[in-house]
T-cell receptor, first 113, second 113 residues
């Protein structure tokens, strides 16, 4: 079963615009990660935010976490055509990589040149 | 590139057959996790191997089994294939107890006819 749900399911924007996708999850977590997947291939880790953090930045990415609402958002600023991909949030209950990742349903982002 | 490789890239089998998928983890990583991703869905955790021992299993039947070898590479075996087993199978490696990020291979696309 999926832990989380991403919203929206699909998003289409023009290059240069910002893209925001949201993730909601069901149970208490230790940390939340965002991954990108190009064309049904392997996933690439983007950013991790721990349960005691509220906001984190990495390049053009900004992630927020609201544990009281069990939700997270990923903002991609000044999007590029190369950002076209599916984006997944994933939660773990523990602190170690020996914990399984529980993925959401994903947001398909298309960025038009 | 994560350094995680999977073989084969694509595979076509018929219902009732057996299949073995292979994964070579990133150098130095001692943990391998397997995920099944159906079309349009997020990855679902199958099981994980840590230092050659199974270290957690998702909601998959016993006909899904695995192995991890002394060099930390891994196999996923599926017996008595069913049509619903058609999916992208992803392996992810990580270094035990070093943090929750996992590094994914490109996946094996399995089609069951």
């Amino acid at each position: 079963s999926q832990q989380g749900e991403e919203d929206p399911q699909a998003l289409s924007i023009q290059e240069g615009e910002n893209a925001t996708m949201n993730c909601s999850y069901k149970t208490s977590i230790n940390n939340l990660q965002w991954y990108r997947q190009n064309s049904g291939r392997g996933l690439v880790h983007l950013i991790l935010i721990r349960s005691n953090e509220r906001e984190k930045h990495s390049g053009r990415l900004r992630v927020t976490l609201d544990t009281s609402k069990k939700s997270s958002s990923l903002l991609i600023t000044a999007s590029r055509a190369a950002d076209t991909a599916s984006y997944f949030c994933a939660t773990t209950l523990g602190s170690y990589n020996t914990d399984k990742l529980i993925f959401g349903t994903g947001t398909r982002l298309q960025v038009f040149p | 590139e994560t350094g995680v490789t999977q073989s084969p890239t694509h595979l076509i089998k018929t219902r009732g057959q057996q299949v073995t998928l292979r994964c070579s983890s990133q150098s130095g990583h001692n943990t391998v996790s397997w995920y099944q991703q159906a079309l349009g869905q997020g990855p679902q955790f199958i099981f994980q191997y840590y230092r050659e021992e199974e270290n957690g299993r998702g909601n998959f039947p016993p006909r899904f089994s695995g192995l991890q070898f002394p060099n930390y590479s891994s196999e996923l075996n599926v017996n008595a294939l069913e049509l619903d087993d058609s999916a992208l199978y992803l392996c992810a490696s990580s270094l035990g107890r070093q943090g929750p990020e996992q590094f994914f291979g490109p996946g094996t696309r399995l089609t069951v006819l």
